[in-house]
Structures are given as structure tokens and as C-alpha cells.
């Protein structure tokens, strides 16, 4: 019963049942939502419950916009630039003692400069990708997202539960051919319960199913080049090089976590996190046969102390993440044409990554209609990639600084917000060492030129403008255009995003 | 106080998450293989020398060359499954005399697991023959300008690469049945006494109609006209020694100037990825009786995408006394077996590199040159391995003279 | 709390023969000339399928939201399949002027007749059983005034299909997710 309860608050497009809105003005409603303090401890992002702690307004937003993105900056198989237009539904409601809150969003765009992967959500399942030596522009995509949660604050207890599914279709309409299924459920739950008078203590867990579906297809009358399956780093599985287009992937990742928040806001906060992720990349053609999977474990700690003075806020939040992903290849024995037999596996590819970032945050509320923030902040990134056979390894370590500011300008109907970040970030060591792999082969130039993308030094920006116009006394429209710029040592990227939107 | 405590506690989580994993070192796992060689049943006084092995990975495509051994040989190999091939020399007496030959010795998907593994293979003695080879194979067809398949016109060449005049009357030509590219675990599994073949063609003669001087050669084509004429692309083959030709194909050109091959059973269809294997045998006995008693039914159990398909088949089988030479044929990302002897072939040679690589059309196999003699003809490669007596993806003979 | 609870199912048994004897004519070429002799055989290729399934479908109807919510769980219980057995010889043989003779043991070895005795591989004609499998569909519906009505749907995200083996040979299944949206007009 729940489960559908859930469901229908995914289905976020829709006049609401629970009527009566906050009485603040719409405006302030807005504003307060778009604050780096509202959920500065990002405690819901863990535990559903904590949503019954947020300061977040009650609030529907519907938006529509393009986004479009170029340059040559970005990992080669994720591409380097792309369109998409996309339209979002978002629903926050809070009312005596009962939050709900969806999200509902559709993109279609198109993306440019994949190369050397015809495996969608590369991010998710590198490297036991499909690699070819073709494609490169003009993969088109679509991908629907919805998620709904309700949280209860009852007088001790807190509950609450989240449920989030995103499908992505990817194809191109010529040669070659992906024609990529990925479906993505995620659920989220957790309690809280109150600790001392103003500290509350909360234990929240996470389940997620990954699948996906990667088929490629040549439609050319002549035949087909040769598709190999990465393995990372240059290498790939060699008995499954040739022809063997159809694959699919089935993951699974659960998690847990314990939090410490207080009840009004102000104070510590702290969560930490611990999840593991694991799928199987399998080859359809062969009895769906399983060739490599990946464990992946994830630590995470979030820790954020946030407190106010008479007209000025100021926080100061820790966050670090440590990943841990090992990839297992297996080894088989084909006694008959299209059977193999499992006889040996060994852990090949591991990829490590550490970070840290630190934040400030200074938010000055003086006068009712101005406020102003700035957030300055340190991070601190390494990666570790690595193969056994043949041994290979790509290390770097990079520290940015940087800093984020805004204003906000309520005048007469109009709410005008500004925003601006600009980061250096430079690279404090790097190596590669891939004996073994030609650097003017495909696989070689493709991983130098990541290489050289992730160890380069240079700035990012971000500029960005918002304009809400009240219509009536509970409508506003809404006009953003946003900047985003990553300059590089011989990489440079710009992306510009422009939504119009309602909200009430 | 007590969220002095509680920052101290967590601060303490955090820097324990962060050292929570340690580094796995483990070796990678490898295998002490133990392989000993038989020696051939027939021979009682011999001496082994020069054995060399070389093993390849099936999962890995890695190759490992062996130390030269006698007998036995101990390596130390990772875990996998693995081609293993053998070449040595052998000196052995025979009615008082004394002879030196070739040893070989084949076998594909053997798997090595475990702290140890014992494996042992039977050697073969090489076997020389005094009689025609396959020089050169046209299988994959020509291309059209307008990127279509055009198939009409493969060839192979038949040489005389020993010193003395050769009859090709009754020379057979055949394909195999089974596919280098799809193994199976036939019942009956006779190769190694006999090769099954799906077709077999003959030169026609009575026995000294068609000479060949040593260093000639004959060309047997698919069909003997000048097919530039449909294709520009494609090749001249008026001049064909033989053609092969059945009514009941649809196709099918009969130049009535080119001696027609004799269809001693069905029909010659080459298969024009390269994934059938061809040999050049002699038949002893008379063709009525060949067809009588040497027909070949076998059966089989094929699995695929969760549905098991028991299948049987009908071909014939050339034993392998009577096969000249051989020729195994494949393509390296789909290779599963030889379909010969390793005896008769221990290698195969392609066109292409992968399952209907567009760039293997208007190429051929063509064995390799050994030396040239004085009087301008050519001695060719003959080592009982198509992976180093042929050359790939070759430019067909009959296109160079253009 | 109104749920409606819906079971359907079905069982499939299906036996395919032929009732008159059937013809065939090898296709092989032997000795330069075709093959002009046909076989007279009884039993041709023919086959038993049986089939169980079943869905059971839970459609909740919320009135305040004038929604619905539609699970649906659909069980292939078994698939069971076996050739019937096929002749090997034939029980005449007609030849090209129309006579029709018997087909004894001594023509398996004639270098023509040979052809129309067709053994067959005895595993053809083994039982074979793929075992249960099961999967989720849900969908999630909003009517708007009995004029508009918007869905949401996605088939198989959950599934059961446990690995099985067929004769030695092991046998691992996979479903592909399925989802859309639907929208319906009332005029």
C-alpha cells in the first residue's frame, strides 16, 4: 500500500490534495528553497527521515529548457559535448507534520564526441564497456526520471521513504548502431528518533537494481569492424573480440548509514555513509554468459556545523568520499561452439578514489529584501586506476580552491538572483605508465587523451541569472540562463542551459 | 559537553574510513604444467631432439614459447586454457636404414588449473608427399563499385612443387564439412583418421590426359569467363584450366571451352567468410565403390541461447592417407578448432580479421615462396602449417597480372 | 481501500503430427548426375508443447485522487516440448518412370539408396523442460474529469528466471525492462 502511495507522489504534475500552502509569501518560499543553507547538512540526500528536519519550504516548480554543450573537454567515452531540451516537475509539501515531496523530469537530447564506447551510463559500469573504433557524433538520447518520498514526524519517531526510477534509451540512426536500455530503481528509507532535546539521531538504508541492455547493430551491406570489450586501461577481453555485439548488465547496490542532525537547523550535523555496489557485465549471445563483474564500496562522511547571528548565517561543512572498485574477469573453456564453461577468475582492474572537500559559507540577511552569500571552498581528488595483466597504472592527484557567489534582489514583483564560481584547480602529481600499449593505437591515444583531460590544470566558471516574476498571489514565472565554462591546459568546454519555468 | 564528545568521536570514524582498505597483493595465479610427449606407436628405436612448444592462451591471446625438451617439459604458465603445439626432429631406424623426420603434435582447449596439471600429447610423423599442392585459394569473391558482393568468380590453384612431370587426372578437391569457427563434439569423431568433406570435385582424365611440368600450375575456377565484364572490379578467368559447374545451381555459367570438374559428390560452394577448409586428396579405388562405403553420418548436441538443438549430418570421409595436401581456413576472432588432422595442417591462414570484416573481399591465401631456381619457377612453403606456409589477406595471383 | 484482485491463466497442451505418409527426395549430387529416386516415409517431424500461466493483477483505485495503481505478477510456470520420433527408412521408394519398390536392408549399402535412409540423432527426441519464471509489471494511472487519463508503466524491473540446466549444459535467462507512458482521450 505504501509502495503505490509512493508512486502517486512521483506523479508530481498534478493538482495536490493537501491545499493549504505555507502562507509566506511565494517569493520568500522561493528563495528560501534555493539557499545553500536549506539542507546544508545534506542529510535527506542519505535518509528520507531527515526531510522532516528541513528547512525547505512547500513548493511547485515546473520547468521547461535547452541546454547545449561543446568544446573538447571531458573522458572520451562519455563525449565531449551535447543539446538536450528537458522538462521538470518538482513538488515540495510540508504540512503538520507530514512531508512529501516528488520529482519528474524528461530530457531528449543528442550527445558528440563519444568515442571508443557504445555502452551507455559509462560512469556507472566502466570498464567492461563495448569499444569500437567509429562513432562519434549524433547519439541520441531519452531519458525519463520520477521519484516521490513522504517522511512523518511523529512526537520522538521520524520515518521516512524514498523511491526514484530513471530509464535512458541511447541510439544513433547510423552505423553503428547502439541501441542501449538502462533502468535504474533506487529506495530509500530511514528513521530518525530523538535523542536529546534538540539533537536527533537517525539510521537510514539504501537499495538500488541496475540493469541495463547494450546491443549494437551495423546495418551496412558489407559487414561489420571488429567490436572489443574493455577492460581498462588499454586492454581488453580477447576470446570475446570480434563480432559479439549483444550484452547486458544487472547490478545491485545496497547501503547504510547513521546520522546525527539537530531539530532546528542550527548546530552539528553528521553522516556516515557506507554502500556497495556490484554488477555482472554479460554477454547475451552465450546463455546470458556472465564474463567480469565489479564490486564497488563506497565511504562517505558528511559533517557540517551551521549557526546564525542576529542578521548573518555561517556554516562550515567537511565532506569526504572514498571509493573502492574492483573489476574480476573470468576465464573460460569452450568444450562446444557457443558453451563455455567458468574455469578460473582473477581480479584484474582496481580503481581507487579519495576526497575531500571543505566549504565555508557566510550568508548575510540585513536587510529583508538583499541577501548576499559567499562560500569559499578547498578540494582534495586522487584516483588510482590499475591493471594486473598486463600491469598498467594511471595515478593523479589534484587540489582545487575556489569560490561561490550570490546575491538575491526582491523589488516590487520581481525576485532577481545572481550567481558566480570560479575555481582553479591544478595537479599535484601524475603518472601513467602502460607498457605494452601503442600510443598511436585507438585504445592508446584514447586513454592519453584522458589522461591529459584529468591531470590538467586551469579554471572552471560559472556565471549564472534567475529571474521570478509574481503573477498572482501564489503563481510566479521563472527565466534562468546559466553559464558554465571549464578552461584547461588544451582543453576548454562551455555549456549554456536556459529554462523558463512556473512555480506556485 | 556532550557534542564535544560526539565531534570527537566522529572525527575519529572519519579518519578510520579513510585507512579501511588495504591494498590485496596477491600474485596471480599460475600453474606448474607437467607435458609429455608420446612418441608415434610404430616406432621402437628413435631419438627425440629439437622439441619445442608453443602454448597460446585462449582467453588472453598471449603466447608462450617453451624452452627446447625431450620428453617431458615442466613451465610454469597462469591459469587458462590453452592451444598447445608441438614441433620437434626425429632420427629413427627403419629396415636397416636410417631416416630422420618431423615430429608434430597438436591439441586446442586444454585446461590448466591448479597448483599443478599433467598433460600428454601423441606425436605425429610428419609424412612428405611427392604431389600437387594448393598454392593459392580466391574464396571471399570480388566487390562490386556499388559495395555489393559479387561471387561468381573464385578460383584455387593447384601447383606442381616437386622435380618431376605430375598427372592431375583424378585429383580430388574437397571442402570440409564442419567449420573452423563452430566446434562441436561430433559423434563419431574420426578426424583423426579421416577428413569429412561436403563436397568433392575431380579432374576428369583417364590418367595421363592433363601433364603438369614441375612448377606449373593449374587453375580450377568457379566460373571461366572474363567477369570484368559484370564487375570492373572483379578478375579475368577466360583462361581457366578447369571450372566447376552443376545445372541445378542458379548462377552458374558453363564455358564450353573449359573442361568441366567431374562432381563426384554434390557441389563445390565456397564458403566466402574462409570458414571451411579445403584438401587435395587421391582416391584408390574406384568411384562407385568410394561413394558406397565411405559415407560418414554423425550426430551431434548444440546449445544455444537455452534451446539444445540435437542435430545429425551426412557427409563423406577421405582418409588420411589419401589427402595430398591440406589447407584449414578461419578467422582469428572467431577461431575454434582446426578441422583437419594436425597431422595433414597444423595452422590455419585467413582473410580478414573478424566474422564478415568488410575489408577481406578481392583477397586471397597464397603460399610462400621458398626460393626461386635457376630456370625462373618457384619453389613454395610446405611445412604442414598454413599459419606460416600461407600468407593472409594476400592480393590474389590473378589480379596482379591486370 | 478498494483493490481488486484479478487471476487469469492458461494451460496449453498441443500435439502436431502428420496423418499421411510423406515424400522426400535427396538433394545430393553423386557421381556427376542428381539423385531421381523419392522415399516413402510414415511419421514425419512432429512435436508435443505443453504450457502453464498464470497473472494475478492487484488494481487499487484511490477516489480522493481519482488514481490508479496496477501490479501485476506473471508466471510462466513450465514450458514442456518433445519431438515425436521421425523414419529412418522409408517404407517404398518410387523411381523416375513410376515404379515403386520396397526398401530392404541390403539398399542401405547401394551407392544411390544409400541417401533415403535418414538416422537421426536420438536426443532429438528427448523431454525438455524450462522451469518456472516470473516477473513484475507495475503501472500507475490518473484520470483527470473521465476525459483525460495518463499512465505510467514499466514492465519486467523485477524479475525471477532462475538459472536451469538442459542436459549437462547450463542455461542463465534475462529479461529486458520495459516501460512508457500511455494517454487516453474520452470524446
Not at chain 1, 57 to 73: D, E, F, K, T, Y
Not at chain 1, 364 to 378: E, K, L
Not at chain 2, 27 to 49: A, G
Not at chain 3, 107 to 122: E, R, W
Amino acid at each position: 500500500m505504501k509502495f503505490r502511495f509512493l508512486l502517486f507522489v512521483a506523479m508530481v504534475c498534478l493538482p495536490l490534495f493537501l491545499g493549504a500552502q505555507n502562507d509566506t509569501l511565494l517569493l520568500y518560499r522561493i528563495r528560501n528553497n534555493r539557499s545553500l543553507l536549506t539542507d546544508f547538512s545534506r542529510a535527506p540526500d542519505f535518509n528520507p527521515a531527515a526531510r522532516a528536519f528541513s528547512g525547505r519550504s512547500s513548493l511547485h516548480q515546473m520547468h521547461i529548457g535547452g541546454h547545449r554543450q561543446s568544446g573538447n573537454a571531458g573522458i572520451r567515452q562519455q563525449g565531449t559535448g551535447q543539446t538536450f531540451f528537458t522538462a521538470e516537475a518538482e513538488s515540495f509539501i510540508r504540512h503538520d507534520g507530514r512531508f512529501i515531496w516528488g520529482n519528474a523530469s524528461y530530457r531528449n537530447g543528442q550527445k558528440d564526441g563519444v568515442e571508443g564506447n557504445e555502452t551507455s551510463d559509462f560512469s556507472t559500469v566502466y570498464p567492461y564497456v563495448m569499444m569500437d573504433s567509429i562513432g562519434r557524433n549524433n547519439l541520441n538520447y531519452e531519458q525519463y526520471a520520477f521519484s516521490g518520498g513522504y517522511a512523518q514526524r511523529l512526537s520522538l519517531l521520524s520515518w521516512g521513504m524514498e523511491l526514484a526510477y530513471r530509464a535512458l534509451m541511447e541510439y544513433r540512426t547510423q552505423d553503428p548502431r547502439p541501441d542501449n536500455i538502462a533502468s535504474d530503481l533506487r529506495l530509500n528509507g530511514g528513521v530518525h528518533y530523538r535523542l536529546f532535546s534538540c539533537y536527533t539521531l537517525g539510521a537510514g538504508f539504501h537499495l538500488r537494481k541496475y540493469k541495463q541492455r547494450n546491443e549494437l547493430h551495423f546495418y551496412s551491406l558489407l559487414g561489420a569492424p571488429k567490436i572489443v570489450h574493455y577492460t581498462g586501461l588499454g586492454t581488453d577481453a580477447y576470446m570475446f573480440a570480434g563480432n559479439n555485439m549483444r550484452t547486458r548488465f544487472q547490478g545491485a547496490a545496497r547501503g547504510i548509514n547513521i546520522q546525527l542532525l539537530p531539530v532546528d537547523r542550527y548546530g552539528l550535523s553528521a553522516t556516515l555513509g557506507y554502500s556497495n555496489f556490484s554488477f555482472e557485465k554479460i554477454m547475451s549471445d552465450f546463455q546470458n554468459l556472465p564474463i567480469a563483474d565489479v564490486n564497488e564500496d563506497t565511504y562517505t562522511t558528511v559533517i557540517a556545523y551551521l549557526w546564525k547571528r542576529d542578521k548573518y548565517h555561517m556554516g562550515v561543512r567537511l565532506q569526504t568520499e572514498y571509493k573502492d572498485r574492483k573489476g574480476t574477469e573470468y576465464k573460460f573453456h569452450s568444450p562446444q561452439y557457443g558453451n563455455y564453461d567458468k574455469i578460473a577468475e582473477e581480479r584484474l582492474f582496481g580503481n581507487k578514489t579519495n576526497g575531500g572537500k571543505l566549504e565555508f559559507l557566510y550568508e548575510n540577511h540585513a536587510h529583508q529584501h538583499w541577501v548576499w552569500h559567499i562560500a569559499p571552498h578547498a578540494l582534495f581528488f586522487k584516483m588510482e586506476e590499475s591493471h594486473r595483466n598486463p600491469s598498467r597504472k594511471m595515478d593523479f592527484s589534484r587540489l582545487s580552491a575556489g569560490a561561490d557567489m550570490g546575491f538575491s534582489k526582491m523589488s516590487g514583483r520581481s525576485l532577481w538572483q545572481v550567481n558566480g564560481e570560479l575555481t582553479y584547480q591544478h595537479t599535484l602529481r601524475s603518472t601513467l605508465n602502460v607498457p605494452g600499449l601503442k600510443e598511436n593505437s585507438f585504445a592508446g591515444q584514447l586513454l592519453h587523451n584522458n589522461y591529459r583531460y584529468l591531470a590538467s590544470n586551469g579554471v572552471c566558471s560559472r556565471l549564472s541569472l534567475q529571474w521570478d516574476y509574481l503573477l498572482k498571489q501564489n503563481r510566479s514565472m521563472n527565466l534562468k540562463i546559466s553559464w558554465y565554462n571549464q578552461s584547461l591546459k588544451k582543453y576548454f568546454g562551455n555549456c549554456l542551459t536556459m529554462t523558463v519555468g512556473v512555480s506556485f | 559537553m556532550t557534542k564535544k564528545y560526539l565531534f570527537l568521536f566522529l572525527m575519529m570514524m572519519v579518519s578510520i574510513g579513510f585507512n579501511a582498505c588495504q591494498d590485496d597483493n596477491d600474485e596471480l595465479r599460475t600453474t606448474i604444467l607437467s607435458l609429455t610427449v608420446q612418441s608415434p606407436e610404430e616406432m621402437t628405436d628413435f631419438t627425440l631432439s629439437e622439441l619445442q612448444a608453443v602454448f597460446t592462451e585462449r582467453n588472453t591471446g598471449e603466447k608462450t614459447l617453451s624452452d627446447p625438451f625431450t620428453g617431458t617439459l615442466m613451465i610454469l604458465l597462469p591459469e587458462g586454457t590453452y592451444d598447445i603445439a608441438v614441433q620437434g626432429k626425429i632420427s629413427y631406424w627403419i629396415n636397416g636404414k636410417r631416416q630422420t623426420g618431423e615430429v608434430k603434435a597438436s591439441k586446442e582447449s586444454n585446461v590448466v588449473l591448479g597448483e599443478k596439471a599433467v598433460l600428454s600429447l601423441p606425436l605425429m610423423l610428419v609424412i612428405d608427399h611427392t604431389d600437387f599442392l594448393i598454392s593459392e585459394i580466391f574464396f571471399t569473391g570480388t566487390q562490386t563499385p556499388e559495395k555489393k558482393q559479387y561471387n561468381g568468380d573464385k578460383y584455387m590453384v593447384i601447383y606442381n612443387n616437386s622435380d618431376e612431370v605430375l598427372y592431375a587426372d583424378g585429383l580430388v578437391i574437397g571442402q570440409t564439412d564442419f567449420l573452423t569457427v563452430t566446434k562441436h563434439a561430433y559423434r563419431p569423431d574420426i578426424m583423426a583418421e579421416a577428413v569429412g568433406v561436403d563436397c568433392l570435385i575431380q579432374i576428369p582424365g583417364t590418367g595421363k590426359e592433363y601433364p603438369v611440368d614441375p612448377g606449373k600450375y593449374l587453375v580450377i575456377a568457379d566460373n571461366a569467363i572474363d567477369h570484368r565484364e559484370y564487375n570492373p572490379q572483379s578478375i579475368d578467368l577466360n583462361k581457366a584450366d578447369f571450372e566447376w559447374y552443376s545445372t541445378s545451381l542458379g548462377g552458374e555459367v558453363d564455358n564450353t571451352d573449359v573442361p568441366n570438374m567431374f562432381n563426384l559428390y554434390d557441389r563445390m560452394v565456397m564458403h566466402n567468410r574462409g570458414f571451411k577448409s579445403f584438401i587435395l586428396a587421391r582416391i584408390p579405388v574406384e568411384n562407385e565403390q568410394y561413394l558406397k562405403d565411405y559415407r560418414y553420418h554423425y550426430d551431434y548436441d548444440f546449445v544455444f541461447n537455452g534451446i539444445t538443438y540435437p542435430m545429425d549430418g551426412d557427409c563423406y570421409k577421405v582418409p588420411n592417407e589419401w589427402v595430398v595436401d591440406a589447407v584449414n581456413l578461419s578467422v582469428e576472432s572467431e577461431f575454434q578448432w582446426i578441422v583437419t588432422s594436425p597431422a595433414l595442417d597444423m595452422g590455419w591462414t585467413s582473410c580478414g580479421k573478424v566474422d564478415k570484416d568488410p575489408q577481406r573481399y578481392g583477397k586471397s591465401v597464397r603460399r610462400k615462396v621458398l626460393a626461386t631456381n635457376p630456370d625462373g619457377t618457384q619453389k613454395l612453403q610446405d611445412t604442414n602449417n598454413s599459419s606460416v606456409d600461407f600468407i593472409p589477406d594476400a592480393t590474389p595471383s590473378l589480379m596482379e597480372n591486370k | 481501500m478498494k483493490t481488486r484482485l484479478t487471476l487469469d491463466g492458461a494451460w496449453f497442451k498441443t500435439e502436431y503430427s502428420n496423418s499421411a505418409p510423406y515424400y522426400y527426395k535427396p538433394y545430393q549430387l553423386v557421381n556427376n548426375r542428381r539423385i531421381e529416386k523419392y522415399g516413402v516415409y510414415q511419421q514425419e517431424s512432429g512435436y508435443i508443447r505443453e504450457e502453464l500461466n498464470t497473472k494475478v493483477m492487484l488494481d487499487t483505485y484511490l477516489p480522493e485522487l481519482d488514481m490508479e495503481f496496477s501490479t501485476s505478477v506473471q508466471c510462466a510456470w513450465f514450458h514442456l516440448s518433445q519431438n515425436k520420433p521421425r523414419s529412418e527408412t522409408p517404407e517404398v521408394y518410387i523411381d523416375t518412370d513410376g515404379s515403386v519398390h520396397s526398401y530392404t536392408e541390403q539398399d542401405k549399402k547401394d551407392m544411390i539408396l544409400q541417401y533415403l535412409y535418414t538416422p537421426h540423432n536420438p536426443n532429438s527426441f528427448r523431454k525438455e523442460r524450462v522451469p518456472f519464471g516470473m516477473s513484475v509489471n507495475l503501472k500507475a494511472s490518473k484520470n483527470f474529469r473521465r476525459k483525460v487519463r495518463v499512465s505510467l508503466y514499466v514492465n519486467k524491473l523485477l524479475d525471477y528466471y532462475p538459472v536451469y540446466e538442459v542436459y549437462g549444459a547450463k542455461i542463465r535467462r534475462a529479461v529486458d525492462p520495459y516501460f512508457g507512458m500511455e494517454l487516453n482521450f474520452t470524446l
